[in-house]
Nanobody
Framework: VQLQASGGGLVQAGGSLRLSCAAS????????MGWFRRAPGKERQFVAS????????DYADSVKGRFTISRDNAKNTVYLQMNKLKPEDTGVYYC????????????????????WGQGTLVTVSS
């Protein structure tokens, strides 16, 4: 599975960005998808995850109510809509895929994800 993330950029605090991640080489509808980020000087951390069908989602507490993860299985793409951005949202955002799930349930655990995109940089200025 190959993942290609895009959509990062520079935005002012309070603004919005939409990240996209296109997948190829696998059965997209059987991939649990996630977004993670690495803030400057910190470890990679969970941001959001979406189940096979897209009906179930989970978020880090720090982004609940501001970020929305979604997927379009017909387009093999997962999205992360980020609203009300804060400077602390700055970091490299990575999409990831878990192709070993037997239930299709969301996962916040980084080690469950087998495939990773190259990352896209999001910078939020104050």
């Amino acid at each position: 599975v190959q993942l290609q993330a895009s959509g990062g950029g520079l935005v002012q605090a309070g603004g919005s960005l939409r990240l996209s991640c296109a997948a190829s080489g696998g059965t997209f509808g059987r991939l649990v998808m996630g977004w993670f980020r690495r803030a400057p000087g910190k470890e990679r951390q969970f941001v959001a995850s979406v189940s096979w069908s897209g009906r179930n989602r989970d978020y880090a507490d720090s982004v609940k109510g501001r970020f929305t993860i979604s997927r379009d299985n017909a387009k093999n793409t997962v999205y992360l809509q980020m609203n009300k951005l804060k400077p602390e949202d700055t970091g490299v955002y990575y999409c990831a895929a878990d192709d070993n799930s037997v239930s299709g349930a969301v996962s916040i655990d980084l080690v469950r994800y087998d495939f990773w995109g190259q990352g896209t940089l999001v910078t939020v200025s104050s």
